[in-house]
């Protein structure tokens, strides 16, 4: 059983970690530690003998449970922490499970979280259970090869691929996206919450992807992120829609890209309060601009977007 502290109301919380007070969760989780500096896969799991890889937490994780990961220390010719080469891998059973980064100032922080690349997989972190939380990490989607950052699918033998309903990333980070392979990509599920993540660097750059029609692909939201430039390139495509449905992009940051976004006829939802860099060009989203709409479709709105000139994104029916 991983360490844990019982409080009279029945909330669980873990000892201090980098100056916060961190809740694991309600009555009945229970909390793991990962440190791939110090850690042993022969440990318990505890604060005080924690694993050493991330799936070995993840393994020995129930439902609700929630898995700290420390940052490892630098490598001796880099300022970047160390990597987990692991390929990791959330099945049905875990619902609900937590994984959470740990840098030197705490949970949360993105950058300086702790840094992940595959090992032989084409996903960094594949996600077939509901509810999952994952926050804090970093994820380098090419460091071996082109890589997914998080794949969100479904159980086994789910027709709609619908397990990994209800996902939230929050404050990771991901670099070296490419073209084929997202920084994170919805294969089917719903109501997935991508919030203050960082997408950064690659040529290609291609951040979310809620493009795969196998249903249910909807009800999803994009909020308070940012897609950067490859160093002030611009990249191919920051995010794709595809046929979802229902989804809300908003108070976005989208850096040069030869497409910020694209949709295809028959998707539906709000593009809001996001900021396109597009130099001293007009922003413009029909079927021909960098926010791609197809003639057709007028079940997608943009409201409230300002983009290069400093003026409000327009759209048209062309």
């Known amino acids: 059983m991983g360490y844990l502290t019982r409080f009279p109301d029945g909330i669980m919380a873990t ?3 980098g100056g916060d007070n961190v809740y694991a969760g309600w009555y009945g989780t229970n909390v793991w530690f990962v ?6 896969d022969s440990n318990p799991g505890t604060s005080t003998e924690p694993f050493a890889t991330i799936q070995a937490g993840i ?4 439902s609700q449970d929630t898995v700290y990961i420390k940052a490892m220390a630098p490598d001796a010719d880099a300022s970047e922490p160390g990597t987990y080469e692991e390929d990791l891998t959330i099945v049905y059973a875990k619902h609900g499970l937590r994984l959470i980064g740990v840098g ?7 950058f300086f979280g702790p840094k992940i690349k595959n ?13 999952v939380h994952i926050e804090g990490l970093q994820f380098n989607c090419t460091r071996n090869s082109g890589t997914y950052g998080v794949k969100l699918t479904g159980n086994s033998g789910y027709t709609t691929l ?10 990771c980070y991901f670099k070296n996206c490419s073209a084929t392979y997202a920084g994170i990509w919805t294969q089917g599920g719903y109501a997935t919450t991508i919030s203050r993540c960082t997408f950064h660097l690659g040529t290609n750059g291609f951040g979310v992807n809620l493009y795969d029609n196998i249903l249910p692909n909807n009800g999803h939201t994009v909020e308070y992120c940012n897609f950067k430039s490859n160093n002030g390139a611009a990249v191919a495509l920051h995010l794709a829609v595809g046929l979802s449905k229902d989804f809300n992009i908003d108070h976005c940051n989208f850096d040069q890209a030869t497409a910020f976004i ?20 007009a922003t413009v989203a029909n079927s021909t601009g960098k926010i791609t709409i197809p003639a057709a479709l007028d079940e997608v709105g943009v409201v409230g977007c300002y983009g290069g000139t400093n003026a409000l994104v327009t759209v048209s029916g062309d």
Request: hydrophobic share 40%; net charge negative.
């Open 59 to 62: 393994d020995a994780a129930g």
């Open 104 to 110: 030197p100032s705490g949970s949360g922080i993105p």
């Open 119 to 131: 090992a032989t997989a084409t996903a960094l972190l594949t996600v077939n259970a509901s509810g």
């Open 162 to 171: 619908a397990g990994s309903v209800g996902a939230t990333i929050t404050n």
């Open 262 to 281: 694209t949709a295809l006829d028959g998707a539906t939802g709000v593009i809001s309060n996001c900021c396109f860099n597009d130099g001293f060009v």
């Open 35 to 40: 440190d791939g500096d110090n850690g042993n």
């Open 15 to 17: 000892p201090l970690i």
